[in-house]
């Protein structure tokens, strides 16, 4: 099983990262039932009672971050996910708030971030190169071979490459088809929503029209059943 996600304590924080190549809008609802579980493991079955007493029970400060390193341009360096969107009804008194701090990753964004952390910015340009080789290169299982000698020739990552070059050939050649079938998944939905659109398009011109012909049947209906009052009136047979 391919894990992305990281949990740790550190200096009473608990920390977790989590790692997705396509945006989510759920990571906020994701993140606070992963929290729940992780408070629940950190409490214990004996420390849970004490939340039921009068005094207060300290817990680490949550931190949840998501690394996004996906192919849409448009994701900004840093995106605020608030579960409070996913909210049926808007909470106007912000009594309860849940974020995920989501952060592009992509080569080229963050570099503040980079500069902080070498390995970081190595992996964002070898994903970067992964991607330039893919273009070029029809085959995946070719372009993997011409990242990864290019990455270790030119000091990038190139020790880890050395070490788990099968390693990491396998986990971007499953991610890279995990990626082509959500896109190719969201294309299917997209392509049904359009069909569906247009169905109940036709449908609403459909009704329109109909309900233009009963309309005119109706006023027809009238204007004839004046007409034979008028003619009745004037002792004109029908």
């Not at 029970?57 to 996910?81: E, H, M």
């Not at 970081?120 to 190169?129: G, Q």
């Not at 390693?167 to 890279?176: G, I, N, P, W």
């Not at 959500?182 to 011109?205: H, L, P, Q, S, V």
Request: with cysteine; aromatic share 12%; proline share 2%.
């Amino acid at each position: 099983t391919m894990k992305n996600d990281l949990s740790f304590l550190l200096d009473s924080r608990m920390v977790l990262y989590e790692h997705q190549s396509t945006f989510n809008p759920n990571m906020p609802l994701r993140g606070f039932l992963y929290f729940g579980d992780l408070y629940y493991r950190f409490l214990g079955e004996r420390s849970i009672e004490r939340i039921y007493r009068d005094s207060l029970v300290k817990i680490p400060t949550p931190q949840f971050v998501v690394f996004y390193n996906g192919v849409d341009r448009n994701i900004a360096d840093k995106t605020f996910l608030k579960l409070s969107d996913a909210f049926e009804h808007k909470d106007k008194t912000n009594g309860f708030e849940w974020t995920a701090t989501m952060l592009n990753i992509n080569y080229g964004h963050n570099k503040e971030l980079m500069l902080k952390c070498k390995k970081l910015e190595e992996y964002s340009e070898f994903v970067a190169l992964v991607r330039k080789f893919r273009e070029s290169a029809k085959d995946l299982d070719k372009a993997m071979d011409l990242a990864m000698d290019y990455a270790i020739n030119h000091g990038i990552l190139s020790d880890f490459l050395r070490k788990e070059r099968a390693a990491v050939k396998m986990t971007f050649l499953t991610e890279f088809s995990m990626e082509n079938y959500e896109k190719t998944f969201r294309e299917d939905i997209e392509y049904e929503r359009a069909r569906a659109d247009k169905a109940e398009a036709r449908i609403a011109e459909a009704e329109a029209k109909t309900a233009e012909a009963e309309a005119v049947a109706k006023a027809t209906l009238e204007e004839n059943e004046n007409l034979k009052k008028i003619l009745r009136e004037h002792n004109i047979d029908i």
